[in-house]
């Protein structure tokens, strides 16, 4: 018994230092190149396409240059950057990370500047989750949203948007496909 304990946790240690030794001698350039080769070809099937000028490598991630992603909504960066989190992967059984982004805009009907920003991002099978998501732009955005991977629908949101007075009436649009209310001149996305 005791043998057995001894050799198990042998393994789990072998197992922690093999992934720690990958993610400080991880090529980032190259898993950040794979990584939105594989969110292209994903997001394709959902009838979206992702753009992109180049990858770099940074010191524990990656940042990709002047993206853009064309859908129902366009949405563009000038730099996003992608910091994977392997321990907490590892106990969510799911990917982690970082992000965050420079200069985003997203056009829906009109243009709109939601600056720099960042989130942490959690993608299961189940659900995907942006937490502590900021922006700081014209159009800004505080708070968490949760969607159902399998429909790309919002499963449960508490956020706040402060959009410029002229986009209000957009946003009395976007009240139909989704559950925003408006509380003293800012809009609320919620759903429990």
């Known amino acids: 018994m005791k043998r057995s304990l001894i050799n198990i946790v042998k393994i789990l240690l072998f197992i922690v230092g093999f992934f720690f ?6 090529e980032w350039r190259e898993l950040g190149k ?3 080769s594989l969110a292209s070809s994903q997001l394709e099937r959902r009838g ?10 940074e010191d524990d991630g990656f940042t990709v240059n ?20 392997f321990i907490n992967s590892i106990l969510s059984l799911g990917a982690v990370c970082d992000i965050s982004f420079k200069g985003g805009s997203v056009r829906l ?23 502590n998501l900021r922006t700081n732009g014209d159009f800004s ?28 009436r957009n946003m009395d649009t976007l009240k139909n496909f989704i559950p925003l209310t ?3 001149g800012r809009w609320f996305l919620r759903r429990k």
Request: glycine fraction near 8%; charged fraction near 15%.
């Open 21 to 26: 030794a990958l993610y400080f001698f991880m």
């Open 34 to 36: 794979f990584s939105m």
């Open 48 to 57: 979206m396409r992702l753009n992109y000028s180049d990858v770099s490598g």
């Open 66 to 85: 002047n993206m853009t992603l064309n859908g129902l909504a366009n949405i563009s960066f000038s730099s996003i950057t992608i910091r994977p989190k």
């Open 109 to 131: 009907g009109q243009n709109m500047n939601f600056g720099d920003g960042s989130f942490l991002l959690t993608a299961g099978r189940n659900q995907i989750i942006l937490e």
């Open 141 to 168: 955005v505080n708070g968490y949203i949760t969607f159902d991977p399998a429909t790309m629908r919002l499963a449960n949101s508490e956020a706040r948007f402060d959009v410029p007075e002229e986009f209000s």
């Open 182 to 184: 408006q509380e003293g």
